[in-house]
């Protein structure tokens, strides 16, 4: 089946709906004068003020200001010494997002963000081919599970406890 880009609709779907629904999805890229398409395979929900793990609980403006545009931009940030993406999702005032935990043969946010060649100054940018970044959709649809969140200490115990880490299944 070939591939059809993701539009700027399916991103207006709430981070706990589209999380699991990316896994599977190809998210592409530019590296040189070609294009990579590597399925995701690991993603992690981020969704609102309320939610303690999530960028914007503390603060509207900073960096996680793009988090409260409609979906169907990325959120790139600085997280140690990695850069990450998290896909905006849900409508424009509602701080959510997914964020890209594993690219196939890229386990971990950070792997994942080093390949697609993330830099800060993609902050902001559309998830389209007139961005750095985008997702298509094969029809493949991968078995996952869920997990409770990792990474986030400074998060309340019942957000940490989250089942809101899904992981594919893809051989």
Not at 44 to 50: D, F, K
Request: hydrophobic fraction near 35%; include cysteine.
């Amino acid at each position: 089946m070939e591939s059809r880009i993701l539009g700027p609709e399916y991103y207006l779907g709430s981070a706990e709906d589209l999380a699991p629904d990316m896994l599977g999805k190809l998210m592409c890229f530019r590296d040189g004068d070609s294009v990579v398409r590597l399925r995701v395979t690991e993603t992690e929900v981020y969704s609102g003020e309320e939610d303690t793990a999530c960028h914007a609980h503390r603060c509207s403006t900073g960096r996680a200001r793009i988090m409260y545009s409609a979906g169907g931009v990325a959120y790139v940030h600085r997280c140690h010494m990695y850069n990450l993406l998290t896909v905006v999702t849900g409508p424009e005032g509602h701080p959510e997002g997914v964020l890209i935990r594993g690219l196939e043969g890229f386990d971990g946010p950070g792997k994942a963000g080093k390949r697609m060649g993330l830099e800060l100054g993609m902050y902001g940018s559309p998830m389209s081919p007139e961005g750095f970044v985008w997702m298509e959709d094969d029809g493949f649809h991968p078995p996952y599970t869920r997990h409770g969140r990792i990474g986030i200490p400074y998060a309340s115990e019942e957000d940490r406890a989250r089942l809101w880490r899904f992981r594919a299944s893809i051989r």
